[in-house]
């Protein structure tokens, strides 16, 4: 045995005092709070709460609280249909559990003195604050007009008081026996679960009758007794089974005579099955719209129910299949299904909301429909329209570049500065009215805008003189021809008769129908005469660049644009909606790309290859001396891609500006439009540079192998012309034809940058030239019409600081008809007269090219070779 176990051995000493033993301390008894109370007799039926409130005076406060009584309401109402709300709806208790102003005393004293501790009544307290027995009042009417019908069905044996009573009216019966549901969830008898299940097995039974009651009224058409037996069940349960029985009972859902398979028989884009389908559809929401409103309740959502079920069982199966024929065609095709899809949705839409109609749906839900509906595919159709759209602009660049082979002969065929800008200004017009037709009418296949833009193989002036000759307007071939007025836009929606359907540009069908837009040029309208003829001009303008194409991209971006707007117009909500927006700005900013990187800059890349390759020789002057072919083919270029960048601005304004902030500088697409413009800027820059130095070496060329010796040095027994020589002359007109293509092609303060830096080159080119003459006096005056000619050109610039080179040449001609050495000394000592930009030094050199210098050089020079010591 341990130590600590083992027994204490030592003795008691009986002085020492036993040890205390410890006293219990006395138990305190505490009640439980009101609020638990509370929750404990919520649980209880309504036979004990009467025992409860029995037991104390406490407990009958508790009992009668209206937190008791309002969760037995609540019980009964969440299975209300509608019949109780109403009953409940405007009572007003007056009654209290207790006086509220009095508290209760026992034996002259409060009830709370009687809890010892407690300052206040937590009982008395609450009574006050929360119950006026308004609930319990409610209760008590409900118990006693229920409670026979409920402890009735007790006896199975015998017919239920419920249908003695309200047999005859079925939504009378059905809205007690709704009630009765409530009561019996309330546990108002002991044996509450023994009655309950026999009012279950009542309603089931009332269920049943009254829906095949419903049927047979359905199946002969029978509104009236359709009526009441809906409203009957839907004053039961809420009439889900009714519904979805008038619903599932209609013949689309399992009649439905419509074949996907039947669209795309008669041609490429035959969807009148489609139509006549949805028609039928449309004419079925209008009738239901009515037979609902004869039949069901306002508060009962049956026709958005129907619209729903039919919208997701027959429409979106039929529509599925019939974009999946219409992909396994071709994307073009699939795109074009879609939009006449939504279009068709859109109209159900419209109709589904009229006010005329006895039930309608809110906008808002209609939307929703829609969007349920191309849900599965909306992904996939905003991917395949992207896809689409840049694989059709790249076909039809890589088709121009296969193309760009063919180059216009005759080159003599080209528009005058007046003409042209006539014509730019008169397409910029056509196409603006183009650019706001609906879609239907503007097909990217057929639309006599663009095919007037056709080489001049193809389309000759003789073919235009005689369209315009057949309807009676007066016009010749020439290009210098006044122009017309401002062209007419004619659309073909059909060509030969066929109908200009949706067609993929490597279709057969789609090649035809250009050709046929092509060939419609020459069809003797009088509408279209004016734009054929304009654009017939234009066309002169296109060598590497190429309106036609840039219409066909715009038109096929425009095309796709109408379609994904159809979705923003609707207004799709959630992730969607960013998703269809980004759609709508990137194929947008496909054609930005594709306009500026494969056509613009490769076009003017091969252009400026072309003015660098370019060397003068005697054979261009054997012709018209300031004919600079790649010179003008550029400059030409300019104009075009004028034109371009208008188009551009036009179709952003007219179109996309509608979805897109023009104001919001980080948008993707206002970014991409500043890439667009600076590419043709930069491409236009590049290439005036190198379109001075090629005109320039044009110039001097001119110069070089026209200027003959006796122009400025006849000999003596020779008459003196005093007309410009022919190298003036040429080179004058060679300045002014190339320079004047441009007028209008670009702003002005880059034209400005542009004369004046041809001004100043070309006196650079002549000064050289000049100081390689050789002058005598009578050939001085021929010397002075060439500058006084000079000096005409360059005040046609318009450029003030190009101007004083050649006022300085005016002066330095007088030179060479003085006859006085000392007037020539003082001549060239006034530095005044040549506005500071001619140095002694430059003045003396083209005093060199006096015939008699070697005499007169001692006189002239003498200052200058004397030397003084101060």
């Known amino acids: 045995m341990s130590f600590i176990d083992a027994p204490d051995e030592s003795p008691q000493s009986p002085t020492m005092p036993a040890p205390l033993?410890?006293?219990?301390?006395?138990?305190?008894?505490?009640?439980?709070?009101?609020?638990?109370?509370?929750?404990?007799?919520?649980?209880?039926?309504?036979?004990?709460?009467?025992?409860?409130?029995?037991?104390?005076?406490?407990?009958?406060?508790?009992?009668?609280?209206?937190?008791?009584?309002?969760?037995?309401?609540?019980?009964?109402?969440?299975?209300?249909?509608?019949?109780?709300?109403?009953?409940?709806?405007?009572k007003t208790g007056n009654s209290a559990l207790m006086d509220i102003g009095i508290n209760i005393r026992i034996n002259n004293k409060p009830l709370?003195?009687?809890?010892?501790?407690?300052?206040?009544?937590?009982?008395?307290?609450r009574a006050r604050a929360k119950s006026t027995g308004e609930s319990r009042e409610n209760f008590k009417e409900l118990y006693i007009r229920l409670l026979p019908y409920y402890t009735d069905l007790r006896q199975k044996h015998r017919e239920s008081k419920v249908l003695k009573d309200y047999g005859t009216s079925p939504e009378e019966c059905a809205k007690l026996l709704n009630t009765l549901v409530g009561f019996g969830a309330c546990h108002v008898v002991d044996d509450y679960k023994q009655?309950?299940?026999?009012?279950?097995?009542?309603?089931?039974?009332?269920?049943?009758?009254?829906?095949?009651?419903?049927?047979?009224?359905?199946?002969?058409?029978?509104?009236?007794?359709?009526?009441?037996?809906?409203?009957?069940?839907?004053?039961?349960?809420?009439?889900?089974?009714?519904?979805?029985?008038?619903?599932?009972?209609?013949?689309?859902?399992?009649?439905?005579?419509?074949?996907?398979?039947?669209?795309?028989?008669?041609?490429?884009?035959?969807?009148?099955?489609?139509?006549?389908?949805?028609?039928?559809?449309?004419?079925?929401?209008?009738?239901?719209?009515?037979?609902?409103?004869?039949?069901?309740?306002?508060?009962?959502?049956?026709?958005?129910?129907?619209?729903?079920?039919?919208?997701?069982?027959?429409?979106?199966?039929?529509?599925?299949?019939?974009?999946?024929?219409?992909?396994?065609?071709?994307?073009?095709?699939?795109?074009?299904?879609?939009?006449?899809?939504?279009?068709?949705?859109?109209?159900?839409?419209?109709?589904?909301?009229?006010?005329?109609?006895?039930?309608?749906?809110?906008?808002?839900?209609?939307?929703?429909?829609?969007?349920k509906l191309f849900l599965p595919?909306?992904?996939?159709?905003?991917?395949?329209?992207?896809?689409?759209?840049?694989?059709?602009?790249?076909?039809?660049?890589?088709?121009?570049?296969?193309?760009?082979?063919?180059?216009?002969?005759?080159?003599?065929?080209?528009?005058?500065?007046?003409?042209?800008?006539?014509?730019?200004?008169?397409?910029?017009?056509?196409?603006?009215?183009?650019?706001?037709?609906p879609v239907d009418l503007v097909s990217t296949a057929a639309t006599t805008i663009a095919s007037p833009f056709q080489?001049?193989?193809?389309t000759k002036p003789s073919d235009i003189d005689n369209s315009k000759q057949s309807t009676g307007s007066p016009i010749t071939g020439s290009p210098k021809s006044t122009p017309p007025s401002t062209p007419k836009v004619v659309t073909t929606a059909a060509v030969d008769g066929e109908d200009s359907g949706p067609l993929s540009p490597k279709s057969p069908a789609s090649i035809h129908s250009r050709q046929s837009s092509r060939h419609s040029l020459r069809s003797p309208d009088v509408r279209s005469m004016d734009l054929k003829y304009a654009m017939h001009e234009l066309d002169m303008m296109q060598d590497l660049l190429s309106l036609e194409i840039v219409l066909q991209?715009?038109?096929?971006?425009?095309?796709?644009?109408?379609?994904?707007?159809?979705?923003i117009e609707i207004g799709f909500p959630g992730r969607m909606r960013g998703e269809i927006q980004k759609t709508y700005e990137h194929i947008f900013v496909s054609l930005l790309k594709t306009l500026g990187n494969q056509h613009i800059q490769p076009a003017f890349d091969r252009a400026i290859e072309h003015l660098t390759s370019y060397t003068p020789d005697l054979e261009s002057l054997e012709g018209n001396?300031?004919?600079?072919?790649?010179?003008?083919?550029?400059?030409?270029?300019?104009?075009?891609?004028?034109?371009?960048?208008?188009?551009?601005?036009?179709?952003?304004?007219?179109?996309?500006?509608?979805?897109?902030?023009?104001?919001?500088?980080?948008?993707?697409?206002?970014?991409e439009k500043k890439i667009f413009e600076r590419i043709l800027d930069d491409c236009v820059a590049n290439g005036m540079d190198r379109g001075i130095q090629v005109l320039l070496a044009q110039v001097q060329y001119i110069l070089t192998h026209e200027q003959k010796s006796e122009d400025y040095n006849p000999p003596e027994n020779m008459i003196a012309d005093l007309k410009p020589t022919k190298a003036c002359r040429d080179s004058i007109e060679c300045l002014r034809s190339n320079t004047s293509m441009l007028n209008g092609a670009a702003e002005k303060?880059?034209?400005?940058?542009?004369?004046?830096?041809?001004?100043?080159?070309?006196?650079?080119?002549?000064?050289?030239?000049?100081?390689?003459?050789?002058?005598?006096?009578?050939?001085?005056?021929?010397?002075?019409?060439?500058?006084?000619?000079?000096?005409?050109?360059?005040?046609?610039?318009?450029?003030?600081?190009?101007?004083?080179?050649?006022?300085?040449?005016?002066?330095?001609?007088?030179?060479?008809?003085?006859?006085?050495?000392?007037?020539?000394?003082?001549?060239?000592?006034?530095?005044?007269?040549?506005?500071?930009?001619?140095?002694?030094?430059?003045l003396f050199e083209f005093a060199a090219c006096r015939s008699d210098w070697p005499v007169v050089k001692k006189v002239v020079t003498k200052d200058m070779t004397d030397c003084s010591i101060m």
């Open 455 to 458: 080489r001049s193989s193809s």
């Open 195 to 371: 009655i309950n299940e026999a009012v279950n097995t009542l309603c089931q039974y009332f269920e049943s009758a009254s829906l095949h009651e419903f049927e047979i009224a359905y199946d002969v058409h029978n509104t009236t007794d359709m009526k009441i037996y809906a409203h009957a069940l839907i004053a039961l349960n809420g009439g889900s089974i009714c519904i979805q029985t008038f619903v599932q009972k209609h013949p689309i859902f399992f009649d439905n005579p419509f074949n996907p398979d039947d669209n795309y028989k008669a041609s490429s884009s035959d969807l009148e099955p489609f139509k006549k389908f949805m028609s039928l559809v449309i004419e079925e929401f209008k009738q239901q719209s009515h037979v609902v409103g004869e039949t069901f309740p306002e508060n009962v959502d049956v026709y958005y129910m129907f619209v729903d079920r039919v919208l997701e069982d027959v429409v979106s199966d039929y529509v599925n299949s019939l974009l999946g024929i219409a992909q396994s065609h071709e994307t073009r095709l699939y795109l074009h299904t879609i939009s006449i899809v939504l279009d068709s949705m859109s109209q159900v839409v419209d109709v589904l909301t009229q006010e005329d109609l006895p039930r309608k749906i809110d906008r808002e839900r209609g939307i929703n429909l829609i969007f």
């Open 553 to 567: 991209l715009i038109h096929v971006n425009k095309d796709a644009e109408r379609r994904v707007e159809r979705f």
């Open 112 to 125: 709370n003195t009687l809890i010892p501790g407690l300052s206040t009544d937590p009982y008395s307290a």
């Open 749 to 842: 303060s880059t034209m400005d940058l542009f004369f004046g830096e041809i001004g100043r080159r070309f006196a650079e080119v002549l000064y050289k030239h000049l100081k390689t003459q050789v002058v005598n006096e009578q050939g001085g005056f021929r010397y002075i019409s060439d500058m006084n000619a000079y000096y005409d050109f360059a005040a046609s610039l318009r450029q003030k600081a190009v101007t004083p080179y050649f006022a300085a040449l005016k002066s330095l001609a007088n030179l060479f008809i003085i006859s006085s050495a000392q007037d020539i000394k003082n001549v060239i000592h006034d530095l005044e007269r040549y506005h500071g930009l001619m140095k002694t030094e430059d």
């Open 21 to 90: 033993k410890p006293v219990a301390a006395p138990k305190q008894h505490r009640s439980l709070p009101p609020d638990i109370l509370i929750r404990i007799f919520q649980y209880l039926p309504v036979p004990s709460l009467t025992n409860v409130a029995l037991a104390s005076r406490r407990f009958k406060v508790l009992a009668y609280d209206d937190e008791i009584w309002d969760d037995k309401l609540r019980r009964m109402l969440d299975r209300d249909t509608g019949a109780l709300a109403a009953t409940l709806e405007g």
């Open 625 to 671: 001396a300031g004919d600079v072919p790649p010179l003008t083919e550029f400059f030409e270029m300019v104009h075009v891609g004028d034109v371009i960048q208008q188009m551009v601005q036009l179709y952003y304004d007219e179109e996309i500006s509608k979805y897109v902030d023009k104001l919001d500088f980080i948008n993707e697409v206002n970014k």
């Open 377 to 437: 595919f909306l992904d996939d159709y905003l991917y395949e329209e992207q896809a689409y759209v840049k694989a059709a602009c790249d076909e039809l660049i890589e088709e121009w570049n296969n193309n760009t082979g063919v180059r216009r002969e005759d080159q003599s065929a080209r528009l005058s500065n007046q003409s042209r800008e006539t014509f730019k200004r008169n397409y910029l017009n056509a196409f603006k009215k183009v650019i706001t037709l």
